[in-house]
């Protein structure tokens, strides 16, 4: 099935495989869907200049395509690829960063980074009865035990099938476990990157490793 050109340009939504955060809109031609199937990178078509350009071939901040899906009026794609950098020429992630509106939660989308940027912030700064700046002074070894302790925790909460308290004992484990990286100079960005490279592999169906790709 190919994309109806017959009106014209056709918008094409760029998306990232792995975050699935909309990266950008732009517009392709004929052509330009062409090259980006024959390359592999994603081309469009400027309605300014008038004229095909190749996302980052001048910045550097290509757009390896994963995946192209066709709407059901053939008429918009939707394109997954992996960035090599951003997709906004003001050097944000996404074009796409200027929020106008919200629904109103009562809990922070990014607690996790939020989490983390604390204990990382413990390792520098003392704060009096903090926990956190205790296991640094205990170091490795107490805080293994803490996250053996806590997995063990989450094991007893599933198999006694209660959610409330497999929710309590895995965000202690996720805790124990930003400060065991932090104490070792692991980053979540680095855990993110592994996750990325295993999701990424094909063709290996052995171990737990590979399991991953089938997510």
């Known amino acids: 099935m190919k994309p109806d050109f017959s009106k014209g340009l056709i918008p094409a939504i760029v998306t990232d495989y792995y975050s699935k955060d909309v990266l950008m809109l732009a517009y392709m031609n004929e052509e330009a869907y062409e090259k980006t199937l024959e390359t592999k ?3 469009f078509y400027s309605r300014s200049r008038d004229e095909l350009w190749n996302k ?5 901040n290509t757009q390896e395509v994963q995946s192209i899906d066709l709407d059901c009026d053939q ?7 992996i960035p090599a950098g951003p997709a906004c020429h ?3 992630v996404s074009c796409f960063f200027n929020r ?3 629904k109103e939660t009562n809990f922070d989308t990014s607690i996790i980074e939020n989490v983390v940027q604390e204990v990382e912030q413990r390792k520098t700064e003392r704060i009096e009865n903090s926990y956190t700046n205790y ?3 205990k170091g490795v070894d107490k805080i293994g035990k803490k996250v053996i302790e806590e997995a063990g925790e989450v094991v007893i909460a599933a198999k006694n099938n209660d959610s409330e308290e497999l929710t309590n004992e895995v965000s202690d484990l996720l805790y124990h476990t930003f400060v065991m990286m932090a104490n070792q100079g692991v980053t979540l960005e680095d855990v993110k990157q592994e996750l990325s ?4 592999k094909k063709g290996n169906s052995k171990g737990d490793r590979a399991a991953i790709q089938k997510w």
């Open 41 to 43: 990178q994603t081309w």
């Open 56 to 60: 980052g071939a001048t910045s550097g």
């Open 75 to 81: 008429d918009t794609l939707l394109i997954q690829v």
């Open 90 to 92: 003001t050097g944000e």
């Open 100 to 102: 106008v509106a919200e």
């Open 135 to 137: 296991l640094y002074d």
């Open 197 to 200: 490279n295993r999701f990424a």
